[in-house]
């Protein structure tokens, strides 16, 4: 008879996860995620082949905690018009932990490495796509407002622009003026 498995795998991503905030991702090695939970290589290995497949399920992870957090804030809208970017645009104007920060940012040199791991958060975003498209008065207008906050989200997230909370606020709610809008509307040129 075969041993009992004992280790949790979520104790093992948690522990990835602290050595990726403390090491970054491109330092995370199976050495360090087994010393961090106290447990062999090998009982890493027998879950996660790889380095990669290590990163690749904790970017799975971080991904579908994310859509979790936002389908939150989309089931307050329910039955509301423009339910799902209104819950969007309302998550975006709650911050973060500055852990869930850390892991994610530092997530990214491996996103910005590796192809084949982008593949979650591509497949995340052609259904929030999807999802906004279907479910707006104003398609065009809901796209460039998810456009406007990722973008201003991901500014605040690398350092390179944030703005104090009043303003952060303020420039979420213009932005979701955006959301009855139709782009369509305006002349090409």
Same mark, same amino acid.
Do not use: C, F
């Given at each position: 008879m075969g041993r009992h498995r004992t280790i949790d795998r979520e104790a093992v991503l948690d522990a990835a996860e602290r050595v990726v905030m403390r090491a970054g /991702?491109?330092?995370?090695?199976?050495?360090?995620?087994? @010393?961090? @939970?106290g447990i062999s290589k090998a009982s890493v290995l027998y879950d996660y082949k790889s380095k990669r497949a290590l990163i690749g399920t904790l970017i799975e992870r971080r991904v579908g905690s994310e859509e979790k957090r936002i389908q939150s804030f989309i089931d307050a809208e329910i039955g509301k018009p423009d339910a799902d970017?209104?819950?969007?645009? @309302? /998550? @975006?104007s709650r911050s973060s932990s500055e852990e869930d920060r850390a892991v994610a940012l530092n997530l990214c040199v491996a996103l910005a490495q590796d192809a084949e791991l982008r593949g979650p958060v591509q497949k995340s975003l052609q259904n929030t796509l999807s999802a906004i498209a279907a $479910? $707006?008065?104003?398609?065009?207008g809901a796209l460039l407002a998810f456009l406007a906050v990722e973008g201003l989200t991901l500014l605040d997230w690398f350092g390179l622009l944030s703005f104090p909370e009043p303003e952060r606020d303020r420039l979420i709610a213009e932005i979701g003026w955006l959301i009855g809008? $139709?782009?369509s509307a305006i002349p090409q040129t």
């Open positions: /991702a491109a330092h995370l090695t199976l050495d360090a995620v087994a @010393a961090e @939970a970017i209104r819950g969007r645009l @309302a /998550a @975006a $479910s $707006s008065t104003h398609p065009r809008q $139709s782009p």
